[in-house]
């Protein structure tokens, strides 16, 4: 079954400083990645999703991940943090082969970018 | 079109009431899901329509629950006899049929339910 995990709870930065958000993967079979972003009362906005063969992606507000087949993860980055970044972020992969290809996600990580 | 829409955002009800969402995807889209999620973790898939079909149903949607696509236009999720352990945020998304894996999900901003 494809999986993901996300091993912070919560990430806090400086404004300024880059960022990192972790995700791991577990799939059988290719790897179709995303990330979402959910502020506050509001639904889930895509960021980005992998492509294969790029192994950095870039996506919406100046966020891009970083894919690692050897280590299984795609971790979220942006090189310098903003406050307006505060939000909660959300890896998924897709749950491809079935009738629904939906995607699962991960449990969340919090982040919270100080002035 | 601007996107996914959901009605209401907020529904506050009793226990043991019955409720109706309702999800209006994005007008191309004849993919259709809804979500769950309650505070602190991820989005859980509860079922999937493919124009009018429902072709996936989650063990989380119990025999209270049902969902409906008529036309393969817009949802209505249905929860009867409400209980506090609904309260959650619920979550449509849509997207393109096909056989393009890379194609995301679009959410909508999601019906906020509160059984008290």
């Known amino acids: 079954a494809q999986s993901v995990a996300q091993p912070e709870d919560q990430v806090n930065v400086a404004e300024g400083n880059p960022l990192t958000v972790k995700c791991t993967y577990s799939?059988?079979?290719?790897?179709?990645l995303f990330w979402y972003v959910q502020y506050p009362n509001r639904g889930l906005q895509f960021l980005l999703k992998y492509i294969t063969g790029d192994n950095l992606v870039k996506g919406s507000y100046g966020f891009e991940a970083e894919f690692n087949k050897s280590q299984t993860s795609f971790h979220l980055k942006k090189p310098s943090a903003l406050v307006s970044d505060s939000a909660l972020y959300f890896c998924a992969v897709r749950d491809y082969g079935g009738a629904t290809n939906k995607l699962i996600f991960g449990t969340g990580t919090l982040l919270a970018v100080q002035p | 079109d601007t996107g996914v829409s959901q009605n209401p955002r907020h529904k506050i009800t009793k226990r043991g009431q019955n409720v109706t969402f309702r999800c209006d995807p994005i007008s191309e889209h004849n993919r259709l899901y809804w979500y769950r999620q309650t505070l602190g973790q991820g989005p859980e898939f509860l079922t999937y329509?493919?124009?009018?079909?429902?072709?996936?149903k989650s063990r989380l949607l119990s025999d209270r629950f049902s969902a409906e696509r008529p036309k393969g236009s817009f949802s209505t999720l249905e929860i009867q006899r409400t209980e506090q352990g609904d309260s959650a945020m619920y979550l449509c998304?849509?997207?393109?049929?096909?056989?393009?894996?890379?194609?995301?999900?679009?959410f909508g901003n999601g019906t906020r339910l509160t059984v008290t």
């Open positions: 799939v059988s079979g290719n790897p179709y």
């Open positions: 329509f493919q124009n009018e079909a429902q072709l996936e």
């Open positions: 998304a849509s997207s393109l049929a096909g056989g393009n894996p890379n194609s995301p999900l679009h």
